[in-house]
Nanobody
Framework: QVQLVESGGGLVQAGDSLRLSCAAS????????MGWFRQAPGKEREFVAA????????NYADSVKGRFTISRDNVKKTVYLQMNRLNLEDTAVYYC????????????????WGQGTQVTVSS
């Protein structure tokens, strides 16, 4: 069992940066692939980034590649999403997720989800 709590969201201007954090509880954190997803109003939840348990495999959605960086600290049981050069299309609720058998960017492959944190980018 893993509980996830996101933080770090907020209101920023286009071009600004934000760093999201996801704190996990549970003894098996290191065995999980961790992912970030986001959902804008009226849209489906979409994949943003994922990182394997060791950090050796990282994937990004094309829309954030080069601007966002995912990382994890297995000692602190925390996963991060550094978001740079934010634009209006990045406005969404951002969710952290954990999964043991993740092979792609599909939400149903993740077992546990946080409650989400709102990111709003203004012009």
């Amino acid at each position: 069992q893993v509980q996830l709590v996101e933080s770090g969201g907020g209101l920023v201007q286009a071009g600004d940066s934000l760093r999201l954090s996801c704190a996990a509880s549970g003894r098996s954190f290191i065995t999980y692939t961790m992912g970030w997803f986001r959902q804008a109003p009226g849209k489906e939840r979409e994949f943003v980034a994922a990182i394997s348990w060791s950090g050796g495999r990282i994937n990004y959605a094309d829309s954030v590649k080069g601007r966002f960086t995912i990382s994890r600290d297995n000692v602190k049981k925390t996963v991060y999403l550094q978001m740079n050069r934010l634009n209006l299309e990045d406005t969404a609720v951002y969710y952290c997720a954990a999964g043991r058998r993740v092979s792609g960017p599909l939400p149903y492959e993740y077992d546990y989800w946080g409650q989400g944190t709102q990111v709003t980018v203004s012009s």
